[in-house]
């Protein structure tokens, strides 16, 4: 029994088999090392030695503190700079500027700095946080838009330096110092007709030192800027008040942040100087623009339809003055 028990323990388990050893009293005979083959040692002589694997010794670039959790998951917000009280649209926060004024109903203005809300004295609160929501959709897009279009302008902020350029009427023009020219002639605008395609081909010549400080260069280009402006805008103003049929009394520049023109009863006109960044059709379109206003002292569709007499486009290029991004002076 204990036969056949031991018999079917090793069908399940079999033994394992001792390794062979040398038999008692004989001594060990070493193992022979194997022979290279003679064309092997050949083909490793020949081969080459492999080259070096290259280290990158250079230290991780420091890209900043990473965003926590927090900040990316923090609702988008707008504030003013006076804001006097705030609203909740959709997840958005906006911080307004709140105004009471001589008008009829709730008016909303979106601008470089935010969003101001203007309302009748006798217009309570909650009906002005009604209006906000009725028109939140609009609110928010136009102030992505501001905020899109001051990133823009950031980015084309101009370092005032030897080299510096800067668009006029749609050209590059790039900045020279050049002592020779002098203080008096306030710089002088040269091209070259043999530049390549892309490549800017017009120069202003600054009568300053290479020494002169930035706050100088960019006094000298705004003022060079302003002149072209007045010669410019005095052109196109006696080129289109013909054809409207209206008469132009006196022209103003002005450094407003949020209008590029205004036009009086009395035949004033005001225009933005930074008006001659832009392209001579855009230029155009604002001076038909204002001049339109001594027919039409609204934006009525007869306004619009008086603007399109002149400027047919007026549509494309308004949308041009609306979303180029000018340099940040």
Do not use: C
């Amino acid at each position: 029994m204990n036969r056949f028990l031991q018999l079917a323990l090793d069908l399940f388990d079999p033994p394992a088999t001792p390794a062979a050893g040398p038999a008692a009293g004989s001594t060990p005979r070493p193992k022979a090392r194997p022979r290279a083959r003679p064309d092997l040692q050949a083909s490793l002589a020949s081969a080459p030695a492999p080259a070096p694997v290259p280290v990158d010794l250079t230290p991780p670039q420091d890209l900043g503190p990473a965003a926590t959790l927090d900040q990316v998951l923090a609702p988008a917000s707008f504030t003013h700079p006076g804001a006097n009280r705030h609203a909740l649209l959709g997840a958005t926060r906006v911080a307004y500027e709140f105004k009471r004024a001589r008008r009829r109903n709730i008016g909303f203005s979106v601008g470089p700095e935010g969003l101001t809300v203007s309302a009748p004295k006798w217009v309570p609160l909650y009906e002005v946080e009604t209006a906000l929501q009725s028109k939140s959709a609009w609110i928010l897009r136009k102030l992505g838009e501001m905020r899109e279009r001051a990133q823009r302008m950031e980015t084309a902020r101009i370092e005032w330096k030897e080299g510096a350029s800067f668009p006029f009427l749609g050209d590059t023009v790039i900045v020279v110092l050049d002592p020779r020219q002098g203080a008096a002639g306030g710089g002088l605008l040269q091209a070259d007709s043999q530049s390549l395609p892309g490549v800017a081909r017009h120069t202003l010549h600054l009568g300053l030192s290479h020494a002169a400080s930035p706050a100088q260069i960019r006094d000298a280009v705004q003022a060079w800027l302003m002149r072209q402006a007045t010669r410019v805008f005095t052109e196109r103003l006696d080129h289109y008040a013909p054809l409207l049929g209206v008469q132009w009394k006196k022209l103003s520049l002005s450094s407003a942040s949020t209008r590029w023109g205004t036009a009086s009863a009395d035949g004033s006109i005001r225009l933005n100087w930074r008006l001659i960044h832009f392209r001579l059709p855009v230029v155009d379109y604002v001076v038909a623009h204002e001049l339109s206003h001594l027919r039409v002292m609204d934006h009525s569709p007869r306004f619009w339809d008086t603007v399109a007499t002149v400027v047919p486009d007026y549509q494309a290029l308004r949308g041009q003055l609306r979303d180029e991004a000018l340099p940040h002076w």
